[in-house]
Nanobody, 124 residues
Framework: QVQLVESGGGLVQAGDSLSVSCAAS??????MGWFRQAPGKEREFVAA????????DYADSVKGRFTISRDNAKNTVSLRMNSLKPEDTAVYYC???????????????????WGQGTQVTVSS
């Protein structure tokens, strides 16, 4: 069984930076990533990183502002968010895939473990 525990959310102002982290326990995870869900909207892909070679993928809306990183030894993944905008306000969910995947998936169905979520609020 895999447990994902997020930390680091909070309230910041537009233009600020914030990091969220996710600690995983239980087994090797091939891909770890972040999704977010804003009020009244569907959950959407943010970023993901593959364990084997560090390959990453980002949603267009965060590319150039967010950076995902991973510590394989500690089984953690972090998301550094710079130049935050009010539209980045959402619950951020850590996700993980426990079986092999050739690329870096964006679809929710490609991930089999999820964290509880951490709130990120960006005020204007």
């Amino acid at each position: 069984q895999v447990q994902l525990v997020e930390s680091g959310g909070g309230l910041v102002q537009a233009g600020d930076s914030l990091s969220v982290s996710c600690a995983a326990s239980g087994r090797t995870l091939y891909v770890m990533g972040w999704f977010r869900q804003a009020p009244g909207k569907e959950r959407e892909f943010v970023a993901a990183i593959r364990r084997s070679d560090g390959s990453t993928d980002y949603a267009d809306s965060v590319k150039g502002r967010f950076t995902i990183s991973r510590d394989n030894a500690k089984n953690t993944v972090s998301l550094r968010m710079n130049s935050l905008k009010p539209e980045d306000t959402a619950v951020y969910y850590c996700a993980a895939r426990s079986y092999y995947y050739a690329g870096v998936p964006r679809a929710e169905r490609s991930y089999d473990y999820w964290g509880q979520g951490t709130q990120v609020t960006v005020s204007s």
